[in-house]
């Protein structure tokens, strides 16, 4: 079943130029990734989702629910994560979770407990007294006490220290194994990488592509780093399609053939340093913010 499901969603401010004609399918139980420069329309495309501006043609369904018609009831079953959080400075963090279950009939006290827990919130501190970072976490817990079957992020990531940022994850990951659904709206490419099932590319307010993470992953070449005062530049061309960069010494490049082969090759030379590492899709992604034409 599709979570989501977008038919030519379009969305104009005024003149300008928001989103135009999105079709995504977001399958149940997978990790989704939004990506897209600056601009791109990401944030129209997941506010629109949540009915908070509408539409100006196509459609959308969330769990099978019309994104305009049905908005209340699909609220139920999302935990939603701002890219920008604000709250009134006075409240304490124990008094925003406190009001934000009283939206929901049925709340599992204990999860609540171990969501904060695991998020380190300082449930006595007021919001003004807290950094970006432990706002955003704030954010993330109240988007999940409800055990929402889909978690629509937008940038969660952003201001969140690298630990905290593993144990988001480790959550993220936890919902998927549960069977819930995950929207991921992020510049992060690594993390899209490391995350998601597949990933959508959006750029100047039209879906360019939709990869399929595992797939791309498999059609990387290897990375290799090897320093040796015997190698020179011919032998290293001799090797690879692609020498990445050379200092010295030292050089970076492609490798698609077999490790084995490449092991008896250099293994003729004294070699001082070797890393052989897999390629990252950041490239990849990179590319389709650059390059790649809207069809
Ligand atoms: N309230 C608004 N009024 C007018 N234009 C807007 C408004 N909000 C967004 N836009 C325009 O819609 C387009 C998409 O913006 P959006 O914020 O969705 O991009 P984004 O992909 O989320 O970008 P970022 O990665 O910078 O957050 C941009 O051209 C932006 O200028």
Same mark, same amino acid.
């Given at each position: 079943m599709n979570i989501i499901e977008t038919k030519n969603l379009t969305k104009n401010y005024g003149k300008n130029r928001g989103i135009q004609d999105v079709n995504i399918s977001v399958k149940e139980g997978e990790i989704f990734g939004f990506i897209g420069p600056n601009g791109a329309g990401k944030s129209t495309t997941i506010k629109t989702l949540l009915n908070f501006i509408y539409p100006t043609s196509g459609s959308s369904k969330i769990l099978g629910m019309?994104?305009?018609?049905?908005s209340s009831k699909i609220k139920e079953y999302i935990g939603y994560v701002p890219s920008e959080v604000r709250y009134y400075?006075?409240? &304490?963090v124990k008094d925003i979770i406190k009001y934000s279950k009283?939206?929901?009939? &049925?709340?599992d006290q204990e999860y609540v407990d171990k969501i904060c827990n695991e998020l380190e919130l300082d449930m006595n501190k007021k919001m003004g007294e807290l950094s970006l970072g432990n706002k955003k976490k704030v954010s993330i817990a109240q988007a999940l006490i409800h055990s929402p079957k889909l978690l629509i992020l937008d940038e969660p990531t952003n201001g969140l220290d690298p630990l905290m940022q593993n144990k988001l994850f480790n959550i993220l990951l936890k919902e998927k194994e549960k069977g819930n659904t995950v929207f991921l709206s992020s510049h992060n490419l690594t993390e899209v990488q490391n995350l998601c099932d597949r990933a959508c590319v959006i750029k100047d307010g039209k879906i360019i592509d939709i990869i399929e993470i595992e797939k791309e992953i498999s059609k990387l070449s290897l990375k290799i780093t090897l320093t040796s005062s015997d190698i020179t530049k011919e032998i290293i061309l001799g090797l690879s399609s692609k020498l990445l960069s050379n200092k010295e010494n030292s050089y970076t490049f492609t490798y698609s053939k077999d490790i084995d082969t490449l092991i008896k090759e250099i293994s003729k030379f004294k070699i001082d340093e070797l890393l052989i590492e897999k390629e990252n899709l950041e490239d990849t992604f990179l590319d389709y913010y650059k390059n790649k034409e809207i069809e």
């Open positions: 019309d994104i305009v018609e049905d400075e006075d409240v &304490k009283s939206f929901y009939s &049925k709340i």
